[in-house]
């Protein structure tokens, strides 16, 4: 079970950087305000910071975030969102992986992996629900 929600996590993770554009202006601030909205149950702003744009995707999308924010809530809420490092080869900097430390105010944390592109000069969560 913890495992389906980590990958379930990661999913949604890499789907909402691509959006996110709009609203920050680094890997960091977007991934950090990704979480932060699946947090709060706000599921259009964390739609927002993603690459995401189909409305049928949308759908999945809503519930597997509910799904990740009903976790976050069993375990008390997010208490610190560390960012570890970002990761991206030299020669392409319009995609990079964010490595964040997610820390509960259950005491338990997880590491997550966000994977992000730039478009139009912001950073977004680079999602894809290609399953066809």
């Keep these: 079970m913890k495992h389906t929600l980590q990958i379930i996590f990661v999913a949604i993770v890499s789907l909402s950087l ?29 739609l927002s910071y993603t690459t995401l744009e189909a409305e049928a995707d949308a759908e999945i999308y809503h519930a597997i975030m509910q799904k990740v924010s009903t976790s976050i809530q069993e375990k008390g809420g997010i208490k610190k969102i560390e960012i570890l490092r970002e990761e991206g080869d030299e020669e392409d900097l319009e995609h990079i992986t964010v490595v964040a430390q997610i820390t509960f ?25 290609d399953s066809k």
């Design 18 to 46: 691509a959006t996110a554009c709009s609203v920050t202006s680094s890997p960091r601030s977007t991934a950090k305000h990704f979480y932060k909205s699946i947090e709060k149950g706000d599921f259009d702003k964390a």
């Design 105 to 129: 105010n259950d005491g338990s944390s997880q590491e997550e992996y966000c994977d992000l592109i730039q478009q139009d000069g912001k950073w977004a969560i680079d999602v894809s629900l």
